[in-house]
């Protein structure tokens, strides 16, 4: 992508439909009793493997129209084993969230995933599910291919997870549908808790206090109809572009708001944004809202360590609200960054160098002093949050910003260029 200086955004948009809530609508969806309707489902990569790992075990999932699903729950026993290695592409969350599920059932399963995702770390996950029973194998570097085997009795633990992080949750949650008695986890920090506001729409009961959530095993799903509302974390591309350019008034419509994704919003104010929140409501468990985002001149802050968990896919724009802002912005406690699509504190502190940005990493965060951005080009390292991160970034430099190897942004949002190029950006794609 090629990014270069915008003279305004302008204008209403709708980002496509949240990620995380797309991927739990095919799992909890397929493992229902009854039919279950999707509408606003991202059909994007990742949530698309997610998609595609049920149907071959067996579900059918009418595509009725974009983003538009029926999904034929076959109950929490019906799955069938599928013929081949299920292969996931990029998506940590579909591996994660499955290898919980695949545990619990009859069957022997391979989980598989591209060369990004077979180096992220499966660990995590496979020690507290051995914890519960489970039989899973990873390569001797604790990565992917998983092998699940089933048939395994599973028994629900109480842990307590060592990061903060709402796959590893998830996926326990879901071994624990399976599991005989309590499965009890303790977070660090509180992350986002879409598993468990969809559990309890499909009829589950979860119980949570703060940071720790619990659930019986041996329950049974009931069918509904999700709404997904627009992605909070697609938003905030838009959302920072159009505060660190001149000349920009933009609406984000029907965004979901769910106050433990809303760290981008909380982090911006605190820097200074130009940002408000009307016609607030309810659709399916979750809150939604429309964001008003107007130009402004931001301010470098120390980013509170509670908000990490809260905002933690939007860290790459972030850094670069941080390069646009006055002073100097410290992030501190987010290590995990390390371990997403890329190590994407590298990612931008080779990105933020090369555009001339004074930025120096650590190992949990960074340190940015804002500036002027000079033109460069830049490496993505496939990570479609890293792309998007240095597309917003040419917004405002004094030149073009290239960005290399841009595939991936198809794996969260489809149609970004273009939505990008209706809303002011001037973006070109090779
Ligand atoms: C996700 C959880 C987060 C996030 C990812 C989606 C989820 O990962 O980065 O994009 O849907 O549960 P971690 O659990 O690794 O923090």
Redesign the pocket.
Known sequence: MISSPSAGLKGTFRVPGD??IS?RSIMLGSLANGITEVSGFLEADDALATLSAFEQMGVKIERIETGKLRIHGVGLHGLKAPQNTLDVGNS??SM?LLSGILAGQQFDSVLTGDRSLTKRPMRRVLDPLSLMGANVESTALGTSPLKIKGKTELTGIHYEMPM?????K?CLMLAGLYAAGTTTIEEPAV??D?TERMLRGFGYPVSTNKNVVSLEGGGALTATSIDVPGDI?SAAFFMVAALITPNSEITLEHIGINPTRTGIIDILLKMGADIYLDNERLVGGEKVADIHVKSSQLIGIQVPEDLVALA??EFPVIFIAAAYAKGTTVVTGAE?LRV?ESDRIQAMVDGLQSLGVNIEGTSDGAVIKGGLVQPGSIESFDDHRIAMAFAVAGLNAEGTVTVNNCENVSTSFPGFVELATDCGFKLKAQ
Not at 164 to 168: I, L, M, T
């Open positions: 990620k995380s991927h940590g969350t994660r903060g992080s709402a796959q590893v998830s992350t986002r879409h974390s933690i896919d995990e997403k």
